[in-house]
């Protein structure tokens, strides 16, 4: 289990062939995904104009204004607000996710036509 923030409380972990996303602040985010159903997890960070325009022209890594978690589905994809979050944390657990991802994927028995 990670959790990504303490207060309050936000975690998401994988069990059972599922990923739970378990987020006290904003509800509508709690959810269960079938990790069959997954095609992969992304970090997006949204970045300001001016932040934008200073890590081009300039190479500095600026701080993101926000962050998302991209669960992308088969059928689509759900965008989960990180706000003060560990996101060290976040890139960890996403490199597990998508690892798990590509091990369901290998196992999975291929279809051969001959």
Same mark, same amino acid.
């Given at each position: 289990?990670?959790?990504?923030?303490? *207060?309050?409380?936000?975690?998401?972990?994988?069990?059972?062939?599922?990923?739970?996303?378990?987020?006290?602040?904003?509800?509508?985010? *709690?959810?269960?995904?079938?990790?069959?159903?997954?095609?992969?997890?992304?970090?997006?960070?949204?970045?300001?104009?001016?932040?934008?325009?200073?890590?081009?022209?300039?190479?500095?890594?600026?701080? +993101?204004?926000?962050?998302?978690?991209?669960? *992308?589905?088969?059928?689509?994809?759900?965008?989960?607000?990180?706000?003060?979050?560990?996101?060290?944390?976040?890139?960890?657990?996403?490199?597990?996710?998508?690892? +798990?991802?590509?091990?369901?994927?290998?196992?999975?028995?291929?279809?051969?036509?001959?």
């Amino acid at each position: 289990m990670t959790v990504i923030r303490r *207060n309050p409380l936000f975690e998401i972990y994988i069990e059972n062939d599922h990923l739970v996303v378990n987020n006290t602040d904003f509800r509508r985010d *709690n959810g269960i995904f079938e990790i069959d159903s997954i095609t992969s997890v992304e970090l997006i960070r949204n970045l300001s104009f001016i932040n934008k325009i200073i890590e081009t022209t300039f190479g500095l890594n600026v701080p +993101a204004k926000s962050s998302e978690l991209r669960i *992308n589905l088969e059928n689509g994809f759900k965008d989960i607000v990180l706000t003060h979050c560990d996101l060290k944390k976040v890139e960890l657990l996403i490199y597990k996710i998508n690892q +798990a991802i590509i091990k369901r994927e290998n196992e999975k028995p291929s279809l051969s036509t001959k």
